[in-house]
């Protein structure tokens, strides 16, 4: 499965962004998805992940009550909306899909990744 992320972009704190992550090749319908994301001189880490119904979600305690993760199977799409963005949410977003249907709060658990979308918050 091949993924393309895209949204991001330069915005000043407090506002929101919403990301895109299309998906080709093969239906993401049982996959787990989940975004991840990786700012200046630091490792990747977990965003938040969505099962492949979409029932279950879940998100890094950094951006509990900020960020909302959602999937339409029928659009082979996959969202994430950033509200309330703080500078150190700065960072290159990543879609993954993983063969887990529940996602995975892992890195190494995802099997497909997009290229990445650039997100600055300006403070």
């Known amino acids: 499965v091949q993924l393309q992320a895209s949204g991001g972009g330069l915005v000043p704190a407090g506002n929101s962004l919403r990301l895109s992550c299309a998906a080709s090749?093969?239906?993401?319908?049982?996959?787990?998805l989940g975004w991840f994301r990786q700012a200046p001189g630091k490792e990747r880490e977990f965003v938040s992940s969505i099962s492949s119904s979409g029932s279950n979600t879940y998100y890094a305690d950094s951006v509990k009550g900020r960020f909302t993760i959602t999937r339409e199977n029928a659009e082979n799409m996959l969202y994430l909306e950033m509200d309330t963005l703080k500078a150190e949410d700065t960072a290159v977003y990543y879609c993954a899909a993983s063969d887990l249907s529940t996602g995975s709060l892992y890195s190494d658990h995802y099997n497909y990744w997009g290229q990445g979308t650039l997100v600055t918050v300006s403070s």
């Open positions: 090749g093969r239906a993401i319908t049982p996959y787990g």
